[in-house]
């Protein structure tokens, strides 16, 4: 079965770090692209960042940028986001999912991990 | 960046009915334009992909359709599974945008 699971959210204070991770199971991990993507409570789907299957090519949200850092570990089948300087506006749940490259979409989405930045 | 702006942001309908919903690019995308579901506390799940194409076991009264910046996504006979939020996605350029979401919910 494909699957992604998520771990390492939690309560965080503004200004402090975090490192999620995603573990992947059931397919071919380093032959797929990765994205992270967010929702704040109550809201949308947002964007976060993405990373090729090699790590080549990594991309991030204006939102994001310069505080947040995608990376994988092929031999690990994990995916991970280190989140530094962490604000309010993170508070969100945060999903692993797999891009099926070419349209760059997201096929398969772990369940989420809530990240809670708050003093 | 890419907007993409979803409408309605919200909708009641009854089972059985058809329902559309319309998702507008700021540019073009091309086809390069996915919608997904999403159920109260679950993850999103991928329900078309390349404006028109029905992601394995989705049933077929899902459909979408259009190209460059306007797209739409129609329930062709709403069932009471299908009462959710649903959201556009665009993957033609980075940073890959959402719409704002739109639910639909039970009249």
């Known amino acids: 079965e494909v699957q992604l699971v998520e771990s390492g959210g939690g309560l965080v204070k503004p200004g402090g770090s975090l490192r999620l991770s995603c573990a992947a199971s059931?397919?071919?991990?380093?032959?797929?692209?990765m994205n992270w993507v967010r929702q704040a409570p109550g809201k949308g789907l947002e964007w976060v960042s993405y990373?090729?299957?090699?790590?080549?090519?990594?991309y991030y949200a204006d939102s994001v940028k310069g505080r947040f850092t995608i990376s994988r570990d092929n031999a690990k089948n994990s995916l991970y986001l280190q989140m530094n300087s962490l604000r309010g506006e993170d508070t969100a749940v945060y999903y692993c999912?797999?891009?099926?490259?070419?349209?760059?979409?997201?096929?398969?989405w772990g369940q989420g991990s809530l990240v809670t930045v708050s003093s | 960046d890419v907007q993409m702006t979803q409408s309605p942001s919200s909708l009641s309908a009854s089972v059985g009915d058809r329902v559309t919903i319309t998702c507008r690019a700021s540019?073009?995308?091309?086809?390069?334009l996915h919608w997904y579901f999403q159920k109260p506390g679950k993850a999103p799940k991928l329900l078309i992909y390349?404006?028109?194409t029905l992601q394995s076991g989705v049933p077929s009264r899902f459909s979408g359709d259009g190209s460059g910046t306007d797209f739409t996504l129609t329930i062709s006979s709403l069932q009471p599974e299908d009462f959710a939020s649903y959201y556009c996605?665009?993957?033609?350029?980075?940073?890959?945008?959402f719409g704002q979401g739109t639910k639909l919910e039970i009249k």
């Open positions: 540019q073009s995308i091309r086809n390069s």
């Open positions: 996605q665009q993957t033609f350029t980075t940073p890959y945008t």
């Open positions: 059931g397919f071919p991990f380093s032959t797929y692209s």
């Open positions: 999912a797999r891009v099926w490259d070419g349209f760059n979409y997201c096929d398969v």
């Open positions: 990373i090729s299957s090699s790590g080549t090519y990594i």
């Open positions: 390349a404006a028109s």
